[in-house]
Structures are given as C-alpha cells and as structure tokens.
C-alpha cells in the first residue's frame, strides 16, 4: 500500500483510529510521517486543533502554569506540559480530549505504593471502572468488579491483588 | 496457529513512564535537577547496572545503544539525559528523556507477561525511594497526556515478510483498529520495510489496565500472525518459483560475498528466515540470525571489533566475513524440490 502523503513510497506506519463510529486510517511511509510530525511540532498536532476548539477559554485564569511557568500557547503547539501542575492549569484544553486521545478519563491501572493499599482509593477506582463496564455492556466483567467492591464494603481486602480484576 | 510462526516474534518490550513529584519535567528542569533524579534513580537499582551518561559516551558506544533499543534516539539530544543498563541487558532505565524515569524491558520471543512482571518489580523497587508524580483520577503524569494512566507502552517486534510481498499489510492493520493498536515498520529510515519487521503496540495508556494492555497487545500479535501465515500460504501457492529463487539467492549471496552492507545483510537474513519457514533452509536457531543482524549493524560490529567507524568499506568486508563464517555452522540448505 502506497503512502498517503507522497503516494510513492511503501506505507509502513498504519493507524487506524475509530471514535464514535467513525472510522478514520491513515497509512503513511516514515519519511512522510515524520515531516507530519516535525511540522505539527511533535504530539502538538493533537492539540492544536483544540486551541480551535477551546481557545481562550482558560485565558482568563491558568494560561500560564504558576509552577513552571508553561504557557497554554507553549502547550498547544508542542503538545506537552511542564510539570505535574499544569495539568490543574490547563485542565480545560486537556480533560476535554481525553475521552478521544485515551480509552477514557480515569486511570484503572497500577498506583504507586503506598495509594495501592488503601481500600478507599481502589474502592473508587473500581466505582469508575464499574461504569465503563456497563457502559460498554462487558457484562461479565462487571460482575467480576461488583464482587470485588463487595468484598471491599465487607472489609475483606485481602484476596485478589489491585489492579487485576 | 502453526508453531513455526513463533520465530515470527522477534521481542517483547515493556515502558513505563514515570515523573518524580515536586520537579519540574525534563523539558522545564535544569542540570543539577536532572543530575539529582539520575543518582536517586541509579541508587535504587543497586548492583546489576551501569549507568551511562549520554553526554560522555563516544558516538559508537551511544550508537550501539540505540541499535540494540536500549536507549531511544531521542535521548542522544536531550543535554540531561543517561540511562542505566542491566549487566544483561533485559533492563534499562532511560533517565530524563521526555520524562523523568522511562523504565523497559525487552525479552526475545513473545513475552508479554514476563516483561511485564519484570518491569512491574522494577517500578516498584524505584518508587520505594523515590515517589512519583501521580493523580488519583489522571493515574501516572507525564510530559505527553498521550501517556497519562498507566504510562504503558508494550509491543512486540514481529516479522511479516509476506503480508508486506503480497501487499495485504495495511488491510490486516486496518482490523486491528477496534483494538488501539499500532503497527509501524522498525526499519523505517529511508528504506522502508526492509527486513519485513514491525513492531505492533498500544496506543491508549489511560482508561485500561497494564492487563487488559498486555491482553489486547497479545490478541493484536496472535491476529497478524494469523494473517501472516495464510499470507504465506497464499505467496508460495501463486509465487513459489520466484519466492524460493529468491531465498536461495538471498542464502547463496549471504554465505559467499566478500562485501556485505548492513542493509544487504538485513534483507538477505530476512529471506533466510523465511527459507526456515519454507522448510528450503535448515536453521539450527532462528534467534541467532536476528542476534547476527543486531551485532553486525554499524555501530555493534565497530564496537566489537578494531574496523574504524569512519572506513564503510572496511566494515562491509569485516561484516562479509564475519557473517559467512556465523552461517556455516548455522544454516544449510535443505534438498531442493
């Protein structure tokens, strides 16, 4: 298959990417992709169509990070933030696309040590992961997380390990 | 699926990003930053590792990283950067490259559970000491919110020299959407799918678990190589002529040349492995060929051996002679029907 872009050289980067039924594909060669990627200056790309779509709402407040001192324009066009407080700063360019950008807007995965072993940071994570089960109608696995909040409401958390419902 | 496709799984790997709480990304830090975050990080991982600093390493020992995925090429830029590398080198920690901490693991063969299971001990062992820039809601923080949650990468090198002959690699790809999955040749600089390798990973690191990562990582890999192995079918039931010509040649060239280039050789080892499949070329370990190919690009071969980096022709002999007296005791053609 030929190349998007150039139609001369062999695509070899295949992306296929579906959201709200729509399906999109683009099949690019290396060289093409990374001209797209130079050019949109990194993941920038991504978000600068949000600065079409959000622009100037957080103008007014947190348009610069306070912490590193990011700029929202800085983060727009090169796609990535600071430091860990830009994302409080620049939540409402950011939340938004996640949905889009990732498998949803809450984290179901690993947490670091010590948030690991409170039952209450996993009971909430599996509340959030409980509705996207459903929502997804995976049935079956939410029946498997029921059980495990109702262990959790029992106070037994010690049989299955975080993360591996 | 029939068990020679197996071979057709060069790697397993496994990233996981991590930030340090309270500092600034690499992008935002400055030196003495970066150089608190490597002695932290290095300390933790006790004995076992070395750590190398990018700015000092000479060009063919950083080079030899990057061609041997121990380091990515973007590193090589950045001013702070150094990774630590495990004395077998399954492990390596990438130190303040786009984020802090980028932990990986690559094993030979399909493994994604054991890379996995490895990676996850070493980010443990790493957030005992040091602690992560984390958000209950927004999981890992990364420099790139296409990184956010699990900060996991985790994909698989595979080799599909028949889908990319017979043209049908984009339509496999184009299934695997519902699966966010990512397929993009290894070999992509300026000669596109040479060597037919690819590397197929997860694009979405937020919303899921490292399990169900691994689980669709592993599904995505089991349908290509499906549609490799029917694709292979189908090219030696309508090219079977040309196709074994075109092995053997590869075989004949590969074993005899005097001059050999590192993309001569990556192509002819490709058919080679193909010859395997094929039963026209018994092999005694298909692993040995994809290790021959690593350690004869540039900078491996330059660095295990006294060829200048500067001298192209010397290389192509010394490349020449070493791989023809690796496949005497490795491969030897089958009888020819």
């Known amino acids: 298959m030929l190349c998007d872009a150039c139609k001369k050289r062999e695509a070899t980067y295949h992306t296929i ?16 992709r990374r001209k797209l990627i130079s050019e949109s200056g990194g993941a920038g790309g991504l978000f600068s169509e949000l600065s079409a779509l959000f622009g100037g709402q957080e103008k007014a407040a947190g348009a610069v990070c306070p912490k590193c001192g990011t700029t929202r324009e800085e983060f727009l066009s090169t796609g990535f933030v600071g430091c860990e407080q830009c994302y409080k700063a620049f939540a409402s360019a950011i939340e938004p696309r996640l949905d889009r950008l990732q498998s949803g807007s809450v984290h179901t995965g690993k947490r670091p040590g010590k948030a690991a072993s409170t039952p209450a940071g996993e009971y909430e994570r599996l509340k959030a992961e409980l509705k996207r089960a459903v929502d997804a109608e995976d049935y079956e696995r939410a029946a498997k997380i029921n059980l495990r909040l109702k262990q959790l409401r029992n106070g037994d958390g010690s049989e299955e390990k975080e993360g591996r419902v | 699926m029939n068990e020679s496709m197996n071979a057709s799984v060069a790697s397993t790997r496994i990233r996981l990003a991590r930030n340090v709480k309270g500092m600034p990304f690499p992008r935002k830090m400055n030196a003495s930053q970066a ?26 020992e950083a080079g030899a990283l990057v061609e041997k995925h121990l380091i990515s090429k973007e590193l090589l830029a950045c001013g702070c950067g150094s990774v630590a590398v495990s004395d077998d080198e399954t492990i390596s920690v990438m130190l303040n490259e786009e984020d802090h901490i980028r932990e990986q693991v690559i094993l030979a063969g399909l493994k994604p559970d054991e890379a996995y299971t490895l990676a996850d001990a070493l980010d443990d062992r790493i957030g005992e000491k040091v ?48 699966y966010n999955i990512t397929l993009r040749g290894v070999y992509g600089e300026g000669s596109d799918a040479l060597g037919f390798m690819y590397q197929v990973s997860n694009q979405r690191t937020l919303g899921v678990t490292e399990r169900e990562i691994l689980e669709l990582v592993r599904a995505a890999v089991k349908h290509i190589l499906d549609a490799e192995e029917r694709a292979r079918d189908f090219l030696m039931a309508t090219r079977g002529p040309e196709v074994k010509d075109e092995i053997m040649r590869a075989y004949g060239v590969a074993a005899n040349a005097y001059k050999l280039s590192g993309d001569e050789l990556i192509k002819y080892l490709s058919f080679i492995k193909l010859g395997a499949y094929y039963g026209l070329l018994d092999v005694k370990r298909i692993a040995k060929l994809d290790e021959l190919e690593t350690a004869m690009l540039p900078y491996g071969l330059v660095s295990s051996s006294d060829v200048p980096l500067a001298d192209a022709d010397e290389r192509d002999v010394y490349r020449a002679a070493y791989v023809r007296e690796t496949l005497k005791g490795l491969v030897s053609p089958c009888a020819l029907k």
């Open chain 2, 35 to 60: 150089r608190e975050i490597s002695r932290k990080v290095y300390e933790t991982l006790g004995s076992g590792y070395k750590l190398y600093d990018i700015k000092r390493l000479g060009e063919t």
């Open chain 1, 17 to 32: 990417k579906q959201y709200n039924g729509i399906k999109t594909e683009t099949h690019l060669c290396s060289e093409c």
């Open chain 2, 131 to 178: 602690e992560f820039a984390f958000d209950g809601r927004l999981g890992y923080l990364t420099a790139c919110p296409t990184n956010l949650g699990t900060g996991m990468r985790a994909s698989v090198m595979l080799f599909l020299p028949a889908l990319t002959i017979t043209d049908a690699l984009a339509s496999a790809a184009g299934q695997l959407g519902m």
